[in-house]
């Protein structure tokens, strides 16, 4: 039940991370939101570790989207 959990917030996790790609270019307001919940998320201790598994997949996505310059919009 535990492991079944954790696959769960990373997919939420990295579904909010989505909303800030390429594949949300209209809307502004789900961008916003998105990225307020990361924020708050990264800056929890119990929920920043999930940014660190599997050799930190989650971060590097993150950065790559952070430096796309064709993402401008986010």
């Not at 959990?5 to 909303?19: F, G, P, Q």
Request: glycine share 2%; net charge negative.
């Amino acid at each position: 039940m535990m492991l079944l959990l954790e696959k769960k917030k990373r997919y939420v996790v990295k579904e909010l991370i989505m909303t800030l790609s390429n594949k949300n270019h209209k809307d502004i307001e789900a961008s916003l939101n998105a990225c307020a919940v990361l924020i708050d998320l990264v800056e929890t201790e119990k929920t920043f570790g999930l940014f660190m598994v599997e050799e930190a997949q989650l971060t590097k996505l993150m950065l790559t989207l952070a430096i796309d310059p064709s993402n401008s919009h986010n």
